[in-house]
């Protein structure tokens, strides 16, 4: 059992920055793999990182922009998203499950409740 909060999400011009944070409640924190998923009006959910114990996966379109990390003393996950496009407007999710496979496929067992992130040109 997981429960997942997220906050951190605004609005921003292009270039600028924001830190999204999740904060992660149960007993097996350190077990699950956690992965960032955004969604546009419009278009599909898609994944645009996915982090575990065999390493970090990043979407192509956010490849060298965004960081993911973990403070593990807080229970907290963050996503540090820089030099920012309007293309990344969307809703942003995070996302656990204990296979990491359920995470690829986008079929995660437990989702946050989602916050908004803008981004003006």
């Known amino acids: 059992q997981v429960q997942l909060v997220e906050s951190g999400g605004g609005s921003v011009q292009a270039g600028g920055s924001l830190r999204l944070s999740c904060a992660v409640s149960?007993?097996?924190?350190?077990?699950?793999?956690m992965g960032w998923f955004r969604q546009a009006p419009g278009k599909e959910r898609e994944a645009v990182v996915i982090?575990?114990?065999?390493?970090?996966w990043y979407s192509d379109s956010v490849k060298g922009r965004y960081t993911v990390s973990q403070d593990s003393a807080k229970n907290m996950w963050y996503l540090q998203m820089n030099s920012l496009e309007p293309e990344d407007t969307a809703m942003y999710y995070c996302?656990?499950?204990?296979?990491?496979?359920?995470?690829?496929?986008?079929?995660?067992?437990?989702w946050g409740q989602g916050t908004q992130v803008t981004v003006s040109s």
């Open positions: 996302a656990a499950d204990d296979i990491s496979a359920n995470l690829i496929i986008g079929r995660p067992k437990y």
């Open positions: 149960g007993d097996t924190y350190n077990s699950y793999y």
């Open positions: 982090t575990g114990s065999t390493g970090t």
